[in-house]
């Protein structure tokens, strides 16, 4: 056992670059561990800053010089910024205490359909459909207590807001107009062979730039075209459930099939089996089959391919670790695992055999 270990540990860490990946792996993950809600701010801001950069850049290739480039895209972030926490924060917040409150008549409708069940469908007991509907109602208080719950503690989440909103577009405008000397700051302190760990940086900084802003322009887009059709055929919580539906696509497959449930509930409870409820239904799953056959290969072309079973499994761990961080970072996360397994410097019998 002992000969066995010396020799897996010959073979992957006898490389002094291999050993210099295990400690930054060790110290990354061990911060972010330990320190992920301190530094939310600075994640939030590097985000951000990922996103920006690849406006900035575009612009520079139009022969904008870099300090002119910050100066416009950062103008138009904090116009969005403000527009967002101004009137879009608001407006979500306003519809979904509505339907907070909407929910209590959701359920008593529903329990009148439910009820009619056992006169269409002879199998199935009226003892099963009140098991049923006691076990409904029960969930919606649950939820409606749980949202109250947060509603009642609203005041730490408004002092955490006013925070962000000072340090995040601070931290942003730094990162963007220092980008290069703090890269360099961070990269004084590491030895000189370092060429393993440079090219997984590199590797890595194309597919998380890549990666945060074509999610974002995702989010953005999918949001956008599915409020529309909502706000023509008079959707209610247009705003509130186009939103959900922009989020949806942080997660993989299952985002698109969580987001679906609410739309179709407040839509049949709306209309019922009307018309209206088929063209809504209708488009919006048109709007989903567009977002995953054409928006998602276009954003995503040059993303490393993963395997769907990858990505949910990269959902679950990452996001059981780090929250709505893992969640968010999954792929390019489960990126760097696979650019870790391929590149990680070997022995030279290794590499020879």
């Known amino acids: 056992m002992v000969k066995v270990m010396r020799s897996w540990f010959h073979r992957y860490f006898s490389d002094p670059q291999a050993v210099l990946l295990a400690i930054l792996l060790v110290a990354s993950i061990t911060i972010l561990m330990t320190m992920n809600q301190i530094l939310a701010p600075v ?30 895209v950062y103008s138009v972030f904090m116009t969005l910024l403000v527009f967002i926490v101004v009137v879009l924060l608001p407006l979500v917040s306003y519809q979904l205490t509505e339907l907070i409150r909407e929910l209590p008549n959701m359920a008593a409708e529903g329990h009148k359909y439910i009820k009619n069940i056992p006169d269409h469908f002879p199998l199935i007991s009226n003892e099963h459909v009140d098991g049923v509907i006691n076990s409904v109602r029960k969930k919606v208080d649950e939820i409606g207590k749980t949202l109250l719950s947060y509603s009642l503690a609203s005041i730490p989440a408004l002092i955490a807001l ?40 590199k590797e890595m900084d194309l597919q998380m730039g890549n990666y945060i802003r074509g999610k ?21 919580y247009a705003s509130l459930l186009a939103v959900l539906v922009g989020l949806s696509v942080i997660i993989p497959y299952i985002g698109a099939v969580m987001v679906t449930i609410p739309v179709l509930i407040v839509a049949y409870f709306q209309w019922g089996f009307e018309t209206t409820f088929f063209w809504a239904a209708g488009t919006y799953f048109v709007i989903q089959a567009l977002d995953g056959n054409v928006l998602v290969p276009l954003l995503f072309s040059e993303a490393v391919n993963l395997h769907p079973v990858a990505i949910v499994v990269a959902v679950l761990v990452f996001g059981g670790i780090w929250g709505f961080w893992g969640v968010f970072f999954a792929i390019p996360l489960a990126t760097l695992v696979k650019a870790l397994i391929s590149t990680w410097p070997r022995s030279p019998a290794e590499e020879a055999g």
């Open 43 to 72: 994640l939030v801001s590097i985000v951000l800053a990922y996103l920006l950069d690849g406006v900035i850049k575009s612009l520079q290739e139009w022969r904008f010089p870099r300090p002119l480039a910050v100066f416009l």
């Open 216 to 236: 974002v322009y995702e989010i953005f887009l999918v949001g956008t075209f599915t409020y529309f059709p909502f706000a023509y055929f008079g959707l209610n």
């Open 162 to 201: 006013m925070v962000y909103s000072v340090l995040v577009p601070l931290l942003v405008f730094f990162f963007l107009k220092d980008k290069k000397q703090i890269l360099s700051w961070l990269v004084s302190f590491l030895p000189q062979e370092r060429a393993a760990a440079e090219n997984i940086w």
